[in-house]
């Protein structure tokens, strides 16, 4: 089993960065594929992107081009960059692992088996 721990959430002016971490733990991490899964108020969950174990990647299109996914798996932790944020991007982040990998295809929510317990961002316009 894995256990997942966030930091980095913040509140942030639109156009702002932030960098999310997510800290592993339980389970050999390097066998898992790691997403980090949005979810806003009265919207449905949203997987924003996935990375597998050597680094293939898949990512939503409300976020290509702007956030990037990376891992390092000597150190068990997962990354999410996001740059360029909009009000639209304000939700709690989830840090979300699948023992199966996702072969470079963006993952649906549902598929994640261990979840973090979330953590909030906020972009303010």
């Known amino acids: 089993q894995v256990q997942l721990v966030e930091s980095g959430g913040g509140s942030v002016q639109a156009g702002g960065s932030l960098r999310l971490s997510c800290a592993a733990s339980g389970a050999p991490y390097s066998m898992y594929c790691m997403g980090w899964v949005r979810h806003a108020p009265g919207k449905e969950r949203e997987v924003v992107a996935n990375?597998?174990?050597?680094?293939?990647?898949a990512y939503a299109d409300s976020v290509k081009g702007r956030f990037t996914i990376s891992r390092d798996n000597g150190k068990n932790t997962l990354y999410l960059q996001m740059n360029s944020l909009k009000p639209e991007d304000t939700a709690m982040y989830y840090c979300a692992a699948d023992p199966n990998w996702s072969m470079g295809v963006l993952l649906e929510a549902d598929q994640f088996e261990y979840w973090g317990q979330g953590i909030l961002v906020t972009v303010s316009s």
């Open positions: 990375i597998d174990s050597d680094g293939t990647s």
